[in-house]
């Protein structure tokens, strides 16, 4: 086992100060959580000045920056949109990520309180709660978002591989094969193939010609 | 066009007198002698460059267009971003570091092995600090794996879309990484019995922190500090990143900078809103993390259209699995009717790229191009009917799908998807 492996002495002992420098992870659990609270009626005008310039006064998104808010219902339609309301499973990790790399360029400047306060914000504006909610350490954990049993573990053991190990076809596999669809008829690649700057009309942003882009 | 070889036939040359050019080739009979060979040429007569011209090299202007490429539409802004390896363009299996598809979520920061710290905390017997001059004094280990986005392909599961192997395949590389083992490191800190899962995050502002359970940290994770035999370029996560044999690369934590033993996954953000699959019925699956079998003709494909005429062909691609090693590859000419099996250039090796080869006589016919990869499993390359069947056309994520390659008469080749 790992514990009776012989140890080498490098290394140093990790200070308190310097562990809780670094370990800001909050868990679904709300072990992590520092004390706090905030409500959206502070949240909002935190919001305003710090992130409504990419993600919209009422976090709905402008352009092609992430929406926050909105999609309820729309997980099993053609072009689901995914935001905190409709898709995440839990606010730790609003917590978490805001604090942590938030906001884009300018990350880990928000103090706890100002999170709490945007975290309730955010969750404001998906209408899951009351502008005068009070969002703390003690009760966020509580806090059941929408979509929260809406995962399930990795399952390809049992829906793919027996299914995909079948010995293979080498022969006369199919009668007939014809072309369904062609990349060329969406044109959306780029023409200059140094730059790939050519952005085809429509393809950013909501109702583009375009299928939508996976978010690599 | 002053960075082109004076020599061969241009593209547009061939698309436009296709008929004699088959010919020519066909009867290999010079008409006249070729001033190449009967004329002295500079290169034959005078000096090359001198051996302190260049410290350290970039390839010949020639191989200019052997580059990453980024599609600007695919994402806000270029920071939080994806660039695709050329690998249409490229053959045998080691990925150079200079054209390595990058993706990073607040940038590719700048982090010297003097600034660098390493924490191990939590469940552990001792929390460490460690410098970049500790890691180096550990037993070190070498090895080779491909490392694959984890959304490569996935702007095709609605249908054909991007035109060309680099953009539809090409967020891979595959280096030899040196480094230690996870397991090693892990050791020196003393997991305590509760300690289940790893919490690992980056230096950078993203953080990408991401869970990873015990089991599979202690059995072939790395923290690897060289690729491809030299320091980690700065994109790569220069000084030390995580490396994840076989599993989704957002998983590789670039400029590492801590790992939390914890009795929970931490459910971070890119495994919950980023990373989860979401299939038909709007449910999703989380902590997919291993990359199944799946391969790439990357020639002839659209970038690589065939130039030469009719005759041998050289039909070439690339076959990975973070399963297990790849055991074999077929390749179809008419959309999968029919298969043969390709040449593999080595044994296939676990959780590496491997390069296959299928020598063909090419006489003009149209081809619908595929290639099939097995790995040791016994698991086959699906279709994507097969994955959409099982999936729908919403999980972003994990398409290892048979690409087709529709081949015209003309040599040009385009992305099409096939019945």
Same mark, same amino acid.
Request: glycine share 10%; net charge negative.
């Given at each position: 086992?790992?514990?009776?492996?012989?140890?080498?002495?490098?290394?140093?002992?990790?200070?308190?100060?310097?562990?809780?420098?670094?370990?800001?992870?909050?868990?679904?659990?709300?072990?992590?959580?520092?004390?706090?609270?905030?409500?959206?009626?502070?949240?909002?005008?935190?919001?305003?000045?710090?992130?409504?310039?990419?993600?919209?006064?009422?976090?709905?998104?402008?352009?092609?920056?992430?929406?926050?808010?909105?999609?309820?219902?729309?997980?099993?339609?053609?072009?689901?949109?995914?935001?905190?309301?409709?898709?995440?499973?839990?606010?730790?990790?609003?917590?978490?990520?805001?604090?942590?790399?938030?906001?884009?360029?300018?990350?880990?400047?928000?103090?706890?309180?100002?999170?709490?306060?945007?975290?309730?914000?955010?969750?404001?504006?998906?209408?899951?709660?009351? #502008? #005068?909610?009070?969002?703390?350490?003690?009760?966020?954990?509580?806090?059941?978002?929408?979509?929260?049993?809406?995962?399930?573990?990795?399952?390809?053991?049992?829906?793919?591989? /027996?299914?995909?190990?079948?010995?293979?076809?080498?022969?006369?596999?199919?009668?007939?094969?014809?072309?369904?669809?062609?990349?060329?008829?969406?044109?959306?690649?780029?023409? #200059?193939?140094? #730059?790939?700057?050519?952005?085809? /009309?429509?393809?950013?942003?909501?109702?583009?010609?375009?299928?939508?882009?996976?978010?690599? | 066009?002053?960075?082109?070889?004076?020599? &061969?036939?241009?593209?547009?040359?061939?698309?436009?007198?296709?008929?004699?050019?088959?010919?020519?080739?066909?009867?290999?009979?010079?008409?006249?002698?070729?001033?190449?060979?009967?004329?002295?040429?500079?290169?034959?007569?005078?000096?090359?460059?001198?051996?302190?011209?260049?410290?350290?090299?970039?390839?010949?202007?020639?191989?200019?267009?052997?580059?990453?490429?980024?599609?600007?539409?695919?994402?806000?802004?270029?920071?939080?971003?994806?660039?695709?390896?050329?690998?249409?363009?490229?053959?045998?299996?080691?990925?150079?570091?200079?054209?390595?598809?990058?993706?990073?979520?607040?940038? =590719?920061?700048?982090?010297?092995?003097?600034?660098?710290?390493?924490?191990?905390?939590?469940?552990?017997?001792?929390?460490?600090?460690?410098?970049?001059?500790?890691?180096?004094?550990?037993?070190?280990?070498?090895?080779?794996?491909?490392?694959?986005?984890?959304?490569?392909?996935?702007?095709?599961?609605?249908?054909?879309?991007?035109?060309?192997?680099?953009?539809?395949?090409?967020?891979?590389?595959?280096?030899?990484?040196?480094?230690?083992?996870?397991?090693?490191?892990?050791?020196?800190?003393?997991?305590?019995?509760?300690?289940?899962?790893?919490?690992?995050?980056?230096?950078?502002?993203?953080?990408?922190?991401?869970?990873?359970?015990?089991?599979?940290?202690?059995?072939?994770?790395?923290?690897?500090?060289?690729?491809?035999?030299?320091?980690?370029?700065?994109?790569?996560?220069?000084?030390?990143?995580?490396?994840?044999?076989?599993?989704?690369?957002?998983?590789?934590?670039?400029?590492?900078?801590?790992?939390?033993?914890?009795?929970?996954?931490?459910?971070?953000?890119?495994?919950?809103?980023?990373?989860?699959?979401?299939?038909?019925?709007?449910?999703?699956?989380?902590?997919?993390?291993?990359?199944? =079998?799946?391969?790439?003709?990357?020639?002839?494909?659209?970038?690589?259209?065939?130039?030469?005429?009719?005759?041998?062909?050289?039909?070439?691609?690339? =076959?990975?699995?973070?399963? &297990?090693?790849?055991?074999?590859?077929?390749?179809?000419?008419?959309?999968?009717?029919?298969?043969?099996?390709?040449?593999?250039?080595?044994? &296939?090796?676990?959780?590496?790229?491997?390069?296959?080869?299928?020598?063909?006589?090419?006489?003009?016919?149209?081809?619908?191009?595929?290639?099939?990869?097995?790995?040791?499993?016994?698991?086959?390359?699906?279709?994507? =009917?097969?994955?959409?069947?099982?999936?729908?056309?919403?999980?972003?994520?994990?398409?290892?799908?048979?690409?087709?390659?529709?081949?015209?008469?003309?040599?040009?080749?385009?992305?099409?998807?096939?019945?």
């Amino acid at each position: 086992t790992p514990a009776l492996a012989e140890k080498l002495g490098l290394g140093r002992p990790a200070l308190p100060e310097e562990v809780a420098a670094w370990n800001h992870d909050v868990r679904p659990d709300g072990v992590g959580l520092p004390v706090g609270s905030g409500d959206a009626i502070d949240g909002e005008e935190i919001f305003a000045e710090k992130c409504a310039s990419c993600h919209g006064d009422f976090a709905e998104g402008i352009g092609n920056w992430p929406k926050l808010a909105g999609g309820m219902g729309t997980l099993n339609r053609k072009d689901p949109l995914k935001t905190v309301g409709s898709y995440w499973p839990h606010v730790s990790t609003l917590w978490d990520y805001v604090n942590r790399s938030m906001p884009f360029g300018n990350a880990q400047t928000l103090a706890p309180d100002e999170v709490y306060a945007i975290t309730a914000y955010i969750l404001y504006s998906n209408d899951l709660i009351e #502008d #005068d909610y009070v969002l703390s350490n003690e009760n966020l954990a509580e806090f059941k978002l929408p979509n929260a049993d809406g995962f399930f573990l990795d399952n390809r053991a049992e829906t793919e591989y /027996a299914q995909f190990s079948a010995p293979a076809c080498m022969e006369n596999c199919k009668d007939d094969v014809k072309i369904t669809m062609h990349a060329t008829v969406l044109d959306v690649t780029p023409g #200059d193939p140094t #730059d790939g700057s050519a952005a085809p /009309a429509g393809a950013s942003g909501e109702g583009g010609t375009a299928a939508p882009a996976a978010e690599p | 066009m002053s960075d082109k070889p004076t020599t &061969g036939a241009t593209r547009r040359g061939f698309l436009a007198g296709s008929t004699a050019l088959v010919a020519s080739a066909a009867a290999a009979r010079a008409q006249t002698a070729d001033p190449l060979i009967t004329e002295v040429q500079d290169w034959a007569s005078g000096w090359g460059a001198g051996v302190d011209e260049t410290p350290y090299g970039l390839p010949i202007r020639f191989e200019s267009d052997v580059i990453r490429r980024n599609v600007s539409w695919l994402t806000a802004d270029p920071i939080s971003s994806i660039n695709f390896t050329p690998i249409h363009a490229l053959d045998g299996t080691i990925t150079p570091a200079g054209c390595a598809f990058e993706r990073h979520h607040s940038g =590719a920061i700048e982090l010297s092995k003097q600034d660098y710290r390493l924490m191990i905390n939590g469940l552990v017997d001792q929390e460490l600090v460690f410098t970049y001059a500790d890691l180096e004094r550990f037993p070190r280990v070498t090895r080779t794996f491909f490392l694959e986005c984890a959304a490569n392909t996935g702007m095709e599961w609605a249908g054909a879309q991007l035109n060309g192997a680099q953009y539809t395949h090409g967020m891979i590389h595959n280096m030899e990484y040196t480094g230690i083992t996870l397991r090693t490191l892990l050791d020196e800190a003393g997991i305590k019995p509760e300690g289940k899962w790893l919490y690992v995050e980056g230096a950078d502002a993203s953080s990408n922190g991401r869970s990873i359970p015990m089991e599979k940290a202690l059995d072939d994770c790395m923290i690897a500090f060289k690729a491809n035999g030299e320091a980690l370029r700065m994109e790569h996560g220069y000084p030390v990143r995580l490396v994840v044999p076989g599993w989704e690369g957002n998983l590789w934590v670039k400029w590492l900078r801590r790992i939390e033993v914890t009795d929970a996954p931490v459910e971070s953000r890119e495994e919950t809103s980023k990373y989860t699959d979401t299939m038909e019925d709007g449910t999703s699956r989380k902590f997919t993390w291993v990359m199944d =079998a799946k391969s790439i003709v990357t020639a002839p494909s659209p970038q690589m259209p065939i130039t030469h005429g009719h005759g041998p062909l050289v039909i070439t691609g690339l =076959a990975w699995s973070g399963r &297990g090693p790849i055991t074999g590859v077929d390749v179809s000419l008419d959309g999968g009717k029919n298969w043969k099996p390709a040449r593999l250039a080595a044994p &296939g090796q676990p959780m590496a790229l491997t390069r296959f080869y299928l020598d063909h006589n090419w006489q003009g016919e149209e081809m619908l191009l595929q290639s099939r990869a097995t790995d040791s499993t016994g698991y086959v390359q699906p279709t994507k =009917a097969a994955l959409r069947a099982v999936r729908g056309e919403n999980s972003v994520y994990h398409n290892n799908c048979i690409q087709t390659w529709w081949v015209k008469p003309n040599g040009e080749a385009e992305n099409v998807e096939v019945s």
